[in-house]
């Protein structure tokens, strides 16, 4: 259902439009986790630790793919904001063209770098073949994760957080029987595990796409709408790109946090990988709000309501802080449980691992989420180089962190290095946030 965020409360708003998205997000992030978990109770440590050196890499790619299509979906949000019906349809053959070249090319780059990555970020020589079987089924599913970020974004540009929610879930369950057809019944191993993911990813993107032009008509182009714009063009892709570049500059940081992780062995690469994949379902929840407040934001900066935006900017950080108590407390309590799910109750070494990146990163999830909360808002508004550069603040934090504090303080140092980087990235948006929005009439 089309929802319009230009009138109304906007704590109700952004609340209703997050839980869909958080559970939506929760069950993507359950793609991964039943592949890791699957492999890592079924497969071994090594195969664990392959598939968690893999997603570092894959990180870098799919984020890139997530923040072009939100990218691309900020435009359309304003002109439905400002009920530009034709504005809307031009957005959308727009991201078409412009989601079919990037395709081709991003899937082209990634096959031919992939194995070249994975040794140039020192991957153990018993872990690389998992990494790099996982990886290439993974890249070649790349035009499944366009489709689907990019026709999730348009039902989440119109207001609609629920419909894309419920072909995960079935597209999650589907994911789920065919890793354990694949790697269990089968022993194809983490190829199984990857093939699983694709197929599943296909057929959420599948059913999305035939939903959304079947149900909203006013994203359905006439004849004259499918003519190339350049102008447009270019607006979708000044507003993509740094989005998407962004996205991939802070996977480029983890990835050399990675390469330093990589050296201390398999055992820590594994508990390190059963802490993020757990961590991932807490970001998970901060995206989920930070969508609320991009589709907010850009709906009322079409239509150019300024004073909902400061209000909503407000509601989205009570909304954020709530949710970093009860995460918080929830992780405290039950992350030994939620570790073992993915290496058994038998490797108190992989599990120690873990559990130390938790404890240092639990208390400042506050800052993270703040920091996802207000780049979206920046974004939303049409300025997107600021975000980047705060993106390359967190790669400069992330590696002096993987070198300068590895060295003095081994993995505790490495621990600490995402969370610094964290806080160099907040310091910088929330700036330009204060700036931004004081001045926010003149940026239309």
């Not at 082209?108 to 998992?130: E, F, H, R, W």
């Not at 909203?216 to 006439?222: A, L, V």
């Not at 991939?248 to 594994?270: D, E, H, P, R």
């Amino acid at each position: 259902m089309i929802k319009q965020m230009t009138y109304g409360k906007p704590i109700k708003l952004i609340t209703s439009f997050t839980i869909p998205v958080l559970i939506g997000n929760i069950f993507q992030q359950i793609y991964s986790m039943v592949d890791t978990i699957v492999v890592g109770q079924f497969v071994g440590i090594k195969a664990l630790a392959g598939v968690g050196v893999a997603a570092s890499l894959t990180f870098m790619i799919l984020g890139f793919i997530f923040g072009l299509c939100n990218g691309f979906c900020v435009v359309l949000a304003q002109k439905f904001g400002a009920e530009d019906k034709k504005g809307v349809r031009k957005s959308v053959t727009t991201s078409i063209y412009l989601c079919l070249f990037f395709t081709i090319v991003i899937t082209l780059i990634s096959m031919l770098t992939a194995q070249p990555l994975l040794k140039l970020i020192n991957t153990p020589d018993d872990v690389i073949s998992y990494a790099t079987d996982f990886i290439l089924i993974i890249y070649a599913g790349i035009f499944s994760q366009m489709a689907y970020n990019f026709s999730a974004g348009i039902l989440r540009a119109l207001g609609d957080s629920k419909t894309s929610l419920y072909f995960l879930i079935i597209a999650s369950i589907i994911n789920l029987i065919l890793d354990l057809t694949t790697v269990v019944i089968f022993n194809m191993g983490v190829v199984g595990a990857a093939v699983s993911t694709v197929i599943s990813q296909i057929i959420s993107s599948v059913l999305c796409i035939i939903y959304m032009f079947k149900k909203f008509n006013i994203i359905i182009p006439k004849k004259e709408d499918w003519k190339i714009d350049f102008s447009y063009a270019w607006l979708h892709t000044k507003i993509g790109l740094p989005m998407g570049f962004q996205y991939s500059i802070t996977a480029v940081g983890f990835l050399i946090l990675q390469s330093a992780i990589n050296k201390l062995g398999s055992n820590t690469v594994a508990g390190f990988t059963a802490a993020v994949k757990i961590e991932n379902i807490v970001i998970a929840a901060f995206q989920a709000l930070s969508a609320a407040v991009s589709t907010y934001t850009a709906q009322n900066f079409g239509a150019r309501y300024y004073h909902r935006i400061k209000q909503g900017a407000r509601s989205s950080a009570l909304i954020g802080l709530l949710m970093c108590a009860i995460f918080g407390v929830l992780l405290f309590i039950f992350w030994k449980q939620m570790v073992c799910l993915f290496v058994g109750d038998d490797q108190p070494e992989v599990t120690e691992t873990a559990r130390q990146y938790l404890v240092i990163a639990i208390p400042n999830y506050p800052i993270l989420c703040f920091l996802l909360i207000f780049r979206n808002l920046i974004q939303s508004i049409g300025k997107t180089i600021i975000p980047l550069f705060a993106g390359a603040s967190e790669v400069i934090m992330r590696a002096m962190g993987a070198i300068i504090l590895a060295n003095l303080f081994g993995y505790i140092g490495i621990c600490w290095s995402p969370i610094c980087a964290w806080y160099a990235a907040f310091i910088l948006i929330i700036i330009f946030y204060l700036y931004y929005i004081k001045n926010i009439k003149q940026l239309q």
